[in-house]
């Protein structure tokens, strides 16, 4: 049963699936939709069943992750992290190709058709630009890509592979705006999830506060709890009630305090993402990254699935 005094978690997939067409007009080119970690807490399932006639491969971080995609939205995968795996019939099993950075897995994984994962300036899982050569032949590689955040990585990318007739593939969702980023494919992850999660909780609790209130003495006129905190995974920041702008006060272990206007009451919802109160937006507050914040707020409750 679900108790109604607890965070609610609606994902729209709709909007995920609006979101993806969205990019593949913006973008003109294949999108290798990024499904990893669950999909940013969204579910990589249920995403890869609302998205895949709209792309052209998922891509995840490890194999383990492309076996639980069990076929799922019915596109190929790509591997992005490091091969964990040496078994090139593992990769063919789970329908997914794994990327590689040495010449020993380049050789060892060539039969899975892997692709070659280049280093721009990150320094982490990637070829170094004087290695790419021996890399490429003992693979028969035909794809590689970069973990780009920036367009000059993106260009150094194409300068590495020049001449050699590869697909190219660098951009994630930062760098879809720019023409000269895209090149034959984009790997959007962040673009994908925006606006599609909305997280409430009702007020269990509304009073005038007698100042000082809370751990700090926060100063309010009136305030209410909702029951979520720490434990959650929740920080101060923005939230909405009833179709106004409010802010969590203070966020204790398991329980927070939030800002009311005179008319909000006890059974209200708070609004903790969602209804235009943007992940980037909460993540400015939490001093976080937007995709952290997803997985938090998808962590909180069973999500419940909208549309598709
Ligand atoms: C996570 C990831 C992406 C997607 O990043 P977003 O900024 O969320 O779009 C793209 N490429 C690689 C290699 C990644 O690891």
Request: hydrophobic share 45%; aromatic share 6%.
């Amino acid at each position: 049963m679900v108790d109604r005094r607890r965070a609610q978690v609606v994902i729209d997939l709709e909007r995920v699936r609006h979101n993806t067409q969205a990019v593949r007009q913006r973008a003109g080119v294949d999108v290798l939709a990024v499904i990893k970690a669950d999909a940013y807490g969204l579910g990589a399932k249920k995403i890869a069943h609302a998205i895949g006639d709209l792309v052209s491969e998922f891509c995840v971080f490890s194999i383990e992750e492309a076996r639980a995609l069990a076929g799922a939205g019915g596109k190929n995968i790509l591997v992005l992290g490091p091969p964990l795996s040496l078994n090139a019939d593992a990769y063919i099993e789970y329908r997914c190709r794994p990327a590689v950075y040495t010449a020993a897995q380049a050789g060892v994984l060539a039969k899975a058709r892997p692709i070659l994962s280049v280093d721009t300036g990150m320094q982490r899982f990637c070829c170094p630009g004087e290695s790419i050569a021996e890399v490429i032949e003992a693979g028969g590689i035909e794809e590689a890509f970069t973990h780009a955040m920036r367009p000059d990585q993106v260009h150094r990318l194409v300068a590495l592979l020049a001449g050699r007739k590869m697909r190219l593939h660098a951009a994630g969702s930062g760098l879809l705006d720019d023409p000269a980023c895209r090149l034959d494919a984009v790997r959007p992850g962040l673009a994908l999830y925006e606006g599609a999660v909305r997280v409430s909780i009702p007020l269990v609790e509304v009073r005038a506060s007698r100042e000082p209130a809370g751990y700090g003495g926060f100063a309010s006129e009136r305030h209410g709890v909702i029951l979520v905190g720490y434990a959650q995974g929740l920080h101060a920041g923005p939230c909405r009630i009833n179709g106004t702008d409010r802010r969590l006060l203070e966020v204790g272990m398991q329980s927070s305090f939030v800002e009311v206007g005179p008319t909000d009451k006890a059974g209200d919802e708070v609004v903790l993402l969602g209804d235009g109160l943007t992940e980037a937006r909460v993540a400015g507050a939490w001093s976080a990254n937007p995709r952290g914040v997803l997985l938090r707020f998808c962590a909180m409750a069973n999500p419940q699935y909208r549309g598709v």
